[in-house]
């Protein structure tokens, strides 16, 4: 088979039970997790926030900066707060006096801190246009926020912030790819940059159709059985040599869940992509044009995966992808020449998690109640277990040698807590 030209019926062989290239049956290797360690959570803040509402890990609500933590979050009435803590003194405070988030469940918060210090924050955007903040002094959150909600056109849903190492702002979101948001293939994966001057510039290409009008990285004209479908939360980290791994879960075509679990990577911050091979690849990936098929790391025509795929990157800088297959939390991973067979972590009928990677590769998924720990992929991994209950983590954080920070959100009682964890 030749990878350069592979075809759909090729890939949906390989989806069953091989990997593009390398052509690796996917054996069942078993990695069963090892003695449990208590961690404790420190209260920073708490809040009440609103309740009922969907509840996931995507965003990236929380982060910290020098002495200071940031959270953001939405409160029973529907308005975006941000509270941030420094030396033990809190400030909550409103982002936009007046302003009201649609009475929907998807529309969570995600926020970052750029290299100069200013604040940037994203919420209400389920199949909305932008919705953007930035504060209008470095790292104050008393002194307000200016709207930009022009600064990317088009409509977005599941959005949040990573970093590069040299400490660039990117943002990735499923994102609007043709002139109209919901008709079948409305909606890719978008990636942007922010530039030294504020502006977004987005990564990819614009879809190969006749309705195609926003850069993409990812676009599929199909979907799910019932509308075609897309829901494109993707997973996305730099390594420490500025390398971009991506991963994503899809629908095949009219499946009726996500069914195919894929991999690329990027050398030059999202501009080309390349299987791990170093294959190059057109754009916008998809996994049902020939030339453009990124690595097929699991999935065959009946699967039923989770909401997402995560991503983790070693300290040797190899990429891994979990996922949540057949009631199992799968990883593989590429030793730099070829897709190891995939490892069983555990069993779990688990749906969510939160993967997370540090600057000297120590890697974290973020089960809730509890984290699954890997210092290197041929080690067993620890299980953590909290007594908080964390699905929204600091992303960015650079070290979770010894604890990070994070979100506990009771959305049946609205019980918000800023926490940092420790052990």
């Keep these: 088979m030749n990878p350069n030209s592979i075809t759909r019926r090729e890939a949906l062989k390989i989806g069953a039970g091989l990997v593009i290239g390398t052509i690796i049956e996917v054996a069942a290797a078993d990695s069963t997790p090892g ?28 982060v910290t900066d020098g002495e200071t933590t940031y959270g953001v979050y939405v409160d029973p009435n529907r308005r975006p707060r941000i509270v941030s803590v420094t030396r033990g ?17 998807h529309n969570e918060l995600s926020m970052a801190v750029d290299g100069k210090g200013s604040l940037h924050i994203l919420g209400n955007m389920h199949n909305n246009g932008l919705r953007y903040w930035v504060s209008r002094v470095p790292r104050s959150v008393e002194k307000g926020f200016n709207r930009r909600f022009d600064a990317i056109t088009g409509s977005f849903s599941y959005y949040s912030f990573f970093k590069n190492p040299k400490g660039d702002l990117f943002l990735i979101a499923r ?27 987005a990564r990819g290409q614009v879809p190969p159709s006749d309705k195609g009008k926003f850069p993409v990285i990812y676009w599929s004209a199909t979907g799910s059985k019932e509308a075609s479908y897309q829901m494109f939360k993707g997973d996305a980290r730099f390594d420490r040599r500025g390398r971009l791994h991506l991963t994503l879960q899809v629908f095949g075509q009219k499946a009726s869940a996500q069914n195919f679990v894929l991999y690329a990577r990027s050398d030059d911050e999202g501009i080309t992509w390349r299987r791990a091979d170093g294959t190059e690849l057109a754009l916008p990936l998809d996994m049902d044009r020939e030339g453009a098929i990124p690595d097929i790391i699991d999935g065959r025509p009946d699967a039923r995966l989770s909401d997402r795929s995560g991503l983790w990157v070693d300290g040797k800088d190899r990429p891994g992808v979990t996922y949540f297959l057949d009631g199992t939390l799968w990883l ?79 959305s049946k009682t609205g019980d918000w807590k800023l926490v940092r964890v420790e052990w």
Excluded: C
């Design 89 to 105: 003194k809190v400030t909550d405070v409103a982002v936009e006096d007046g302003y009201t988030f649609d009475d929907d469940g």
């Design 35 to 62: 003695q449990s360690v208590k961690a404790s959570a420190k209260i920073l803040a708490t809040a009440k926030a609103r309740t009922n509402w969907y509840t996931d890990g995507w965003s990236s609500p929380v």
């Design 332 to 410: 593989r991973f590429h030793d730099g020449k070829n897709w190891q067979p995939r490892i069983k972590l555990m069993d779990s009928r688990a749906l969510r998690s939160v993967s997370l990677s540090d600057r000297n590769g120590t890697m974290t998924l973020g089960l809730g109640r509890s984290l699954l720990r890997l210092a290197d992929f041929s080690h067993s991994p620890k299980m953590v277990a909290l007594d908080a209950n964390v699905f929204r983590w600091d992303r960015m954080a650079p070290d979770l040698e010894k604890g990070f920070t994070g979100i506990d959100w009771n």
């Design 175 to 201: 994102a609007q790819a043709l002139t109209e948001y919901s008709v079948p293939g409305g909606r890719g994966l978008g990636l942007y940059k922010m530039s030294p001057d504020g502006s977004w510039l």
